[in-house]
Structures are given as C-alpha cells and as structure tokens.
C-alpha cells in the first residue's frame, strides 16, 4: 500500500517580470491586483524607473491589503550605452537603441540566474 503523504496547504507566490513595454506592464499590474486580490502573494519584478510609474496604482493596492511586493533591478543602462532613465521601449529615442536594450535587458536575465 502506497503511503499517504500529508496533505499540506502552501500559499501561492506569483513572481512577475513584465518586459519592459509599456502594452506588457499595464496588463501585468492588473493581473498582479487580480492575483492578490484572490489571496495569492506577488512580487513583480523590474526597474526602479517602471516601478515609478505604477507607484500610485500599486501603492493604493497594498494599502487596501493586497500582497504585492516590488523588487527593483538596477537596469544597466550604462553597460550598453542607454542613457539614465532608459528602461523601457517607448523612451528610446530611437528603433536604434533596440539592440543595445535588449542587450541590457539580457544582462538583467543573467543577473537574475545568479
């Protein structure tokens, strides 16, 4: 006879990395709040700059109780030569600033498997 292992109840932790696009983070905050809003835990991941703009949005969620962290990533913009502040597609100032973007948002997936 197979043993019966317990049954034990471990409460869900979602973990989002929206990609850096203003039509991916929109969507990703909401199903954040929907997520919480359920009893589930989520951390979304990202810049300090992308954060910034979901403050006020995110800020009024979690003092209304829902579990939502935030985890900033430092965005290497200078490694690729981004200047400040550029840490999403629609503040490129131009389509050849792509390459060296994605080349940074590279760099933050290396960092995040270390």
């Known amino acids: 006879m197979a043993s019966e292992a317990p049954n034990k109840s471990y409460p869900l932790h ?3 990395f929206p990609f850096m696009a203003q039509g ?3 969507p990703m905050v909401d199903i954040a709040k929907l997520l919480a809003q359920r009893g589930v835990t989520v951390t ?3 810049t300090p ?3 910034g703009r979901f403050k006020n949005v995110l800020s009024r969620a979690i003092e209304s109780g829902l579990s939502i ?3 900033p990533l430092k ?3 200078q490694e690729v030569g981004l ?3 550029q840490e999403n597609i629609d503040l490129l100032d131009s389509m050849a600033l792509m390459i060296p973007f994605m080349k940074a948002c590279n760099t933050l997936e290396n960092r995040s498997k270390s």
């Open 44 to 46: 979304i991941v990202t």
């Open 49 to 51: 700059h992308n954060a």
């Open 69 to 71: 962290n935030i985890v």
């Open 14 to 16: 979602f973990v989002l």
């Open 24 to 26: 991916h983070m929109i």
């Open 75 to 77: 965005f290497p913009y």
């Open 83 to 85: 200047s400040e502040g």
